[in-house]
């Protein structure tokens, strides 16, 4: 994972609450599944940047995050682009940090996802 993207999920943990509500590990799962939702016009931009490159070198360089539909902007409070594809978002509210990166092999591109704190993770990103 590039630098930029580590120093994105360096400030967005910065900036998380740092107490949280017995409850909040539910509203977290949903937090992250908009993050993951947010994040997914750019997720598909970065890809087909992949597959004519075959590569994930550059794919990332000049894609900004944008926020479709706009309901999403409830869940993703900030998202960055790292020039190698690496997606990171943020949700403000209930302190969850989603990190998308992306493998190119056999034709193919394949996404690893980690979120911050793990108990939000969905099974997929475990």
């Given amino acids: 994972m590039c630098a930029r993207a580590l120093q994105a999920v360096a400030i967005a943990i910065c900036f998380a ?3 949280a509500p017995a409850d909040q590990p539910i509203d977290q799962k949903a937090a ?3 993050v993951i939702t947010g994040l997914g016009p750019t997720r ?5 940047r992949i597959l004519e490159r075959r ?6 360089e000049g894609v900004v995050v944008r926020q479709f539909p706009a309901s999403s ?3 993703l409070s900030y998202g960055t ?5 690496t997606l ?6 209930w302190a969850v940090v989603v990190v998308l990166d992306p493998l190119y092999g056999n034709g193919a591109v394949t996404w690893r996802c980690k979120v911050f704190p793990p108990v939000a993770a969905p099974q997929a990103c475990k």
């Fill in 81 to 85: 682009v790292s020039a190698n594809g």
């Fill in 44 to 48: 598909a931009e970065v890809e087909k």
């Fill in 88 to 93: 990171v978002g943020f949700n403000q509210k």
């Fill in 55 to 60: 590569s994930t070198a550059g794919a990332g």
């Fill in 32 to 34: 992250v599944s908009g």
């Fill in 73 to 75: 902007q409830e869940f």
């Fill in 17 to 19: 609450p740092s107490v």
